[in-house]
């Protein structure tokens, strides 16, 4: 029985005229006739799980049966590693974000190249970062924060979910902007950690990703969020300014989640893992599941804006990066 290459192979001698057709109805055949295997970059219960769960369970009815594998280590860039250099024929993917693509691009300290040796498939969802204090700290709002920083030099810090994360990354933004380098940046293992010491008040600030847990206690007045540095106000926050809206320029840092192939996985494979996307975040109950855990949804689904989006993020990014410098080594 010939294996799934040699379809594919024989689909590129298909007669003239009906190619690509023919090309396309074997891939949509054959692909998958076994279980997909989602690579997750963190521990398990992390923010990643709350996107790939719901995603998996959708595609049970649009492509099969896909099994997820929690790999984490090195701020998720071995476990992209190991997808990069997979077998690239759909059956291995990535729920990669910005911590595997932005920020090791810039730093050149992933073994592999994220614009070059992974293929985006489809954006999901975004991730804005909240800057949030302990109620005990006397700021009402972001500029309060940035003028109490000032008048109480070096007396401050903040956390973040490890080093080189996206929350240390916008937090390193926040004092570049502002000027204020005397906050000491302390990272934590994780989200989770990070706000148990936030609302116990072992630390005055944090900069983490917006969660269904950060929203909960900001409304129970645990926490303070000050601002989300989104571009606009979020769906499931929509009374917390933008950093921008309280009057800091350029404070714009949201992560991003997104499914990733290795190089060379065949294009038919990419779009078709894409069209069964998009179907999926059509579904208001998916999206609905996703905006209560603090995501928003990113609807442009296709691989070509997928790449786009990515390439902008690089783009925009690593001159920031390169200016914070060793701070997120």
Same mark, same amino acid.
């Given at each position: 029985?010939?294996?799934?290459?040699?379809?594919?192979?024989?689909?590129?001698?298909?007669?003239?005229?009906?190619?690509?057709?023919?090309?396309?109805?074997?891939?949509?055949?054959?692909?998958?006739?076994?279980?997909?295997?989602?690579?997750?970059?963190?521990?398990?219960?992390?923010?990643?799980?709350?996107?790939?769960?719901?995603?998996?369970?959708?595609?049970?009815?649009?492509?099969?049966?896909?099994?997820?594998?929690?790999?984490?280590?090195?701020?998720?860039?071995?476990?992209?590693?190991?997808?990069?250099?997979?077998?690239?024929?759909?059956?291995?993917?990535?729920?990669?974000?910005?911590?595997?693509?932005?920020?090791?691009?810039?730093?050149?300290?992933?073994?592999?190249?994220? /614009?070059?040796?992974?293929? +985006?498939?489809? !954006?999901? #969802?975004?991730?804005?970062?909240?800057? &949030? $204090?302990?109620?005990? %700290? =006397?700021?009402?709002?972001?500029?309060?924060?940035?003028?109490?920083?000032?008048?109480?030099?070096?007396?401050?810090?903040?956390?973040?979910?490890?080093?080189?994360?996206?929350?240390?990354?916008?937090?390193?933004?926040?004092?570049?902007?502002?000027?204020?380098?005397?906050?000491?940046?302390?990272?934590?293992?994780?989200?989770?950690?990070?706000?148990?010491?936030?609302?116990?008040?072992?630390?005055?600030?944090?900069?983490?990703?917006?969660?269904?847990?950060?929203?909960?206690?900001?409304?129970?007045?645990?926490?303070?969020? /000050?601002?989300?540095?989104? +571009?606009?106000? !979020?769906? #499931?926050?929509?009374?917390?300014?933008? &950093? $921008?809206?309280?009057? %800091? =320029?350029?404070?714009?840092?949201?992560?991003?989640?997104?499914?990733?192939?290795?190089?060379?996985?065949?294009?038919?494979?990419?779009?078709?893992?894409?069209?069964?996307?998009?179907?999926?975040?059509?579904?208001?109950?998916?999206?609905?599941?996703?905006?209560?855990?603090?995501?928003?949804?990113?609807?442009?689904?296709?691989?070509?804006?997928?790449?786009?989006?990515?390439?902008?993020?690089?783009?925009?990014?690593?001159?920031?990066?390169?200016?914070?410098?060793?701070?997120?080594?």
């Amino acid at each position: 029985m010939p294996n799934r290459r040699d379809v594919l192979t024989f689909g590129c001698f298909s007669l003239a005229g009906g190619a690509l057709t023919l090309r396309g109805a074997f891939a949509q055949s054959k692909y998958p006739d076994h279980s997909i295997k989602l690579v997750i970059p963190f521990a398990p219960g992390g923010a990643t799980d709350a996107i790939a769960r719901p995603w998996a369970e959708k595609m049970k009815a649009l492509l099969g049966p896909v099994f997820m594998e929690n790999q984490g280590g090195a701020g998720g860039l071995l476990a992209a590693a190991a997808v990069a250099r997979a077998n690239p024929d759909g059956y291995t993917l990535l729920l990669g974000s910005a911590s595997q693509v932005l920020i090791s691009t810039a730093g050149n300290n992933a073994p592999y190249d994220p /614009l070059k040796d992974l293929e +985006p498939i489809s !954006i999901l #969802a975004l991730s804005a970062m909240t800057i &949030a $204090v302990h109620p005990s %700290l =006397p700021t009402a709002n972001l500029r309060e924060l940035i003028d109490y920083a000032r008048s109480s030099p070096g007396t401050l810090s903040y956390g973040s979910s490890g080093v080189s994360t996206m929350s240390h990354l916008a937090g390193e933004l926040f004092k570049s902007l502002t000027g204020i380098t005397g906050i000491v940046a302390i990272p934590y293992k994780g989200g989770g950690p990070l706000i148990a010491d936030l609302i116990s008040g072992h630390i005055p600030i944090a900069v983490t990703s917006v969660n269904g847990q950060v929203l909960q206690l900001h409304e129970a007045g645990k926490l303070r969020m /000050l601002a989300v540095t989104a +571009p606009t106000r !979020i769906i #499931a926050a929509p009374d917390v300014l933008t &950093a $921008v809206e309280a009057g %800091l =320029p350029g404070m714009i840092a949201q992560s991003f989640f997104g499914l990733f192939a290795p190089a060379g996985t065949p294009k038919t494979i990419v779009e078709q893992i894409a069209d069964a996307t998009q179907s999926a975040m059509a579904d208001d109950g998916l999206r609905q599941k996703l905006i209560g855990s603090g995501f928003e949804p990113h609807l442009d689904s296709s691989p070509q804006g997928a790449r786009r989006f990515v390439e902008e993020e690089v783009g925009r990014w690593i001159p920031i990066i390169k200016g914070i410098g060793s701070k997120l080594e």
